[in-house]
């Protein structure tokens, strides 16, 4: 049982040999209490090479995500997040449920918190409302058991907020804050 | 006594032909007879003796083969010379090497708080009307499209964007109202026209919203 009344969104992608990180904590309605992002990050040529095959997972999971979760000072009960690979660490660093979300157009399921089970391990459909087509989620295997929690959180924010949609806005104010370090 | 006599001018001869060589520097030439019992041959070979100066080359193996039952690899110790070989030790040049450190910036991230820029940004409603769900009906109206869900009391301010389709919407943050509703948007038939909102409540079980 989730009793923590904020929801957590990260961030972590590269575009072009730059990296960087973004977390956002929202209260129940999508309204933004903790917001924080890393400078971009761009690996020199002679780091590419001394780091070699490591230097993705490094600079993803040791160096952004653990410096985003140790600055966050509003706890959300979950984190979504959009790569799957980060989905262990997040939970093995931050010690609370972890998953990627994602919308489907399946049909709807017949009530709404209904959770259905696929065949990939870890990966479920959830009917987080009445009126928004069921959401695919995935939480790591090792913490599949958590998904009842998970989904009546779900069902519970989903109440009064759409649970995919700070992912766009977190995008919107990365390209603010590039416009105003560009200015 | 015959045999000394021989022998006696066979070195008076000899001595005669080593003072006619001396002092003369000829040789006098004479007619050898056939019974001439004087005439001796020498062969101007001599025997050489042949040291080697490689003995015994012996060639260093080491064997990481088996060798019968042991398993260890060994090596023969041979040697390739049998006298010692002196060793001279020749500097070459010496190198200057200026070894260059390289510091990573790697280890450190700055991160940063950017609440107010994501305060100041609208969330995004997307048009819920669904071809699963049952559209909300008005007399004298079409059904435009749906958005969902919304805190009424929480609204500060929404804007339609005709381009998407989405409504944006800006909450204040203050506010402790929790209630959600949706937002329908209506086209009123008619000779004027016109937009028109209405407030719905929200289904809560699928079997209130299908068809």
């Known amino acids: 049982m989730i009793t923590n009344n904020q929801i957590g969104y990260i961030l972590i992608e590269e575009n072009n040999g730059i990296y960087r990180g973004v977390a956002l904590v929202t209260d129940f309605r999508g309204i933004p209490l903790d917001f924080r992002y890393t400078d971009p990050i761009k690996p020199t040529r002679i780091e590419q090479i001394l780091y070699g095959g490591a230097l993705d997972v490094y600079l993803k999971e040791e160096l952004i995500l653990s410096n985003l979760l140790d600055s966050i000072e509003v706890k959300p009960g979950v984190w979504i997040c959009r790569n799957d690979s980060l989905l262990v660490p997040l939970r093995k660093l931050s010690k609370i449920p972890t998953l990627t979300l994602s919308v489907t157009s399946r049909p709807f399921l017949e009530q709404t918190g209904d959770v259905e089970p696929q065949p990939e391990n870890g990966v479920f459909i959830l009917q987080a409302d009445a009126m928004g087509s069921p959401l695919r989620l995935r939480l790591s295997e090792e913490y599949s058991s958590e998904i009842d929690s998970v989904a009546s959180f779900l069902v519970e924010v989903a109440k009064t907020m759409e649970l995919s949609e700070p992912f766009s806005r977190i995008e919107k104010a990365l390209k603010v804050i590039d416009d105003e370090q560009t200015n | ?211």
């Not at chain 2, 019992?37 to 080491?62: A, C, D, G, N, W």
């Not at chain 2, 002196?86 to 070459?92: G, Y």
């Not at chain 2, 008005?138 to 929480?154: M, Q, R, T, V, Y």
């Not at chain 2, 909450?171 to 407030?199: A, D, H, I, P, T």
Request: aromatic share 10%; net charge positive; glycine share 4%.
């Open chain 2, 1 to 211: 006594m015959m045999m000394n006599k021989q022998i006696d001018e066979q070195r008076f001869y000899n001595f005669k032909e080593v003072l006619l060589r001396l002092f003369l520097g000829r040789v006098k030439v004479r007619h050898l007879q056939s019974n001439s019992k004087m005439f001796q041959v020498f062969s101007l070979y001599r025997s050489l003796p042949i040291h080697k100066i490689l003995s015994e080359v012996h060639v260093s193996t080491l064997s990481l083969l088996e060798n019968g039952t042991q398993h260890e690899p060994y090596v023969s110790t041979l040697s390739l010379l049998k006298n010692d070989v002196q060793v001279h030790s020749v500097v070459l040049s010496s190198f200057l090497t200026r070894v260059h450190s390289f510091k990573t910036r790697m280890n450190k991230v700055t991160i940063k708080s950017g609440i107010q820029i994501m305060r100041a940004l609208p969330q995004t409603r997307e048009n819920r009307s669904s071809s699963h769900l049952l559209k909300p009906r008005k007399d004298g109206h079409a059904f435009l499209a749906l958005f969902s869900p919304i805190i009424e009391k929480a609204l500060v301010k929404s804007v339609l964007n005709k381009e998407t389709g989405t409504l944006l919407i800006w909450y204040n943050s203050q506010s402790r109202s929790f209630f959600s509703q949706s937002l329908v948007l209506f086209s009123r038939l008619g000779k004027n026209g016109g937009l028109v909102w209405e407030w719905h409540d929200l289904p809560h079980e699928m079997s209130n919203f299908k068809k």
